[in-house]
Structures are given as C-alpha cells and as structure tokens.
C-alpha cells in the first residue's frame, strides 16, 4: 500500500481559478512531517513546505495554502488564482519518525501535474 | 550558495559499463539520499545516509551501491548497468531526519 497517495494524476484548469491539490498519508506513527515540492518543467524539486505532526494550524503563504487535517490524514494544498506559472508537477511526501525499518525513509506520492491554461 | 551538486547531469552508457554519480553538498548536512523518478511513479527512494558510514537501503536498492567516506559526499555507483535503470536521479540532504530536504538538479541516465 502507497504511504502518500496523490488521487489526482492530471488537473487542468484557466488561469484564475483556484485549484486543490489532494494528499492522503498513511502512518502509524505520532510524530512525522509532510512536505510539498513542486516541480516546474525545467524539473529541478522545489520546496515547498514542510509540517510536522503537531502543528495542525493551517499556513498560508501568498496564494499558496495548505489545509492539514489529522483526522482525515490528509495535507492538501490550495492555489488561490491559479497562474501560468503554477503549471508543474507538485509531489506530497511523508517522513516518519519510527524506530526500525522506517526511520530515514522519505515516501513521494506520484505526483499531480498541474497545467494552467491562459 | 548553499547547494546540492550532481555530476553527470546527462550521461549515455551500455549495459555493464560501470559508472558512478557523484553528489556533493557544502551546507554540512547528516542526512543524505538517493532518488529515482520515473513516469507516473514518483520518486522513489534507493538509499540514504543518517552520517559518514551509515547508510541504508529504500525502496529500491538493486542494482546500487553508495558510500558515504566523507559527510559532504555521497556518490551513487551503478555496478553493471542495465537499461531498466534508465531514469532522472536525484540527489538531496537535509539538516537532520524530518528536515526539509534540498535536491540536487538531477543526473538523466540512459542505458543502452
């Protein structure tokens, strides 16, 4: 079973709308961090956030914005006003904590391309 | 300027010919690893490194070797090559466990 699941392979959407990125996460363990990274075509990873497992607060960063929400176990992300320059593939990833076989382990959901038409 | 460098950026190789990655970060970081992305499945991860001479296996380790002799320097060897090796590698390190991790810009690798 994937430990990240992104649903969502594909979305498209006009320029200006606002999109929602889904991240679902499987862990046993209390203590872990979830990231976003983007990836624009030109394909270097860039960072985007980073959370840990006790900071529920959802965090805002100009029209970007994360919803984190441990009960569901899911950390998705929002594009307000979406941009051409929004159009890359955005990967979720999840780090535990866990003694054992786990610790040192990062796990990437496959990934949602993002493509923002003008 | 805090950085993760990776060289080749591109290479073409055969089957069996031996060839090393190197992957070098200057920000004095523990942890470092090794990824490999390939279409519609994400990045996976092939080893890691907590500090010098401890490493361990990801996902997907066959077919790979690593060493970690110095703490800025962790180079991916490819012993025997083969095509479904073919992918884009990427290098990352991070402060500690849980940090946020920095990527090199990639190695594309073909095996012919």
């Known amino acids: 079973a994937q430990k990240v699941t992104q649903a969502q392979t594909e979305i498209s959407v006009v320029e200006k709308e606002d999109v929602t990125l889904d991240c679902v996460y499987e862990?046993?363990?209390?203590?872990?961090?979830l990231f976003w990274y983007k990836q624009p075509p030109s394909g270097e990873l860039v960072f985007l956030i980073r959370?840990?497992?006790?900071?529920?607060q959802n965090e805002i960063s100009g029209r970007y914005s994360w919803n984190f929400q441990k009960s569901t176990s899911s950390f998705n992300f929002t594009i307000t006003a979406s941009q051409v320059v929004d159009s890359a593939v955005y990967f979720c990833?999840?780090?535990?904590?866990?003694?054992?076989?786990?610790?040192?382990?990062?796990?990437f959901g496959r990934g949602t391309q993002l493509t923002v038409w003008p | 300027e805090a950085q993760v460098t990776q060289n080749p950026r591109y290479l073409i190789t055969v089957t069996g010919k031996k060839l090393t990655v190197t992957c070098s970060q200057n920000?004095?970081?523990?942890?470092m690893s090794w990824y490999r992305q390939d279409p519609g499945l994400g990045l996976r991860q092939i080893y890691y490194?907590?500090?010098?001479?401890?490493?361990d296996k990801g996902d997907v380790p066959e077919g790979y070797k690593v060493s970690r002799k110095e703490k800025r320097n962790f180079p991916l060897i490819l012993e025997s090559p083969s095509p479904n090796q073919t992918s884009l590698y990427f290098c990352?390190?991070?402060?500690?466990?849980?940090?946020?991790?920095?990527f090199g810009p990639g190695t594309r690798l073909l095996v012919l």
């Open positions: 990352a390190s991070s402060l500690d466990l849980g940090g946020t991790q920095y």
């Open positions: 862990t046993r363990d209390t203590t872990y961090y």
């Open positions: 959370r840990n497992s006790f900071d529920e």
């Open positions: 990833a999840l780090s535990e904590e866990v003694r054992g076989s786990t610790l040192g382990r990062l796990y």
């Open positions: 920000m004095n970081h523990e942890y």
């Open positions: 490194s907590m500090n010098v001479e401890v490493t």
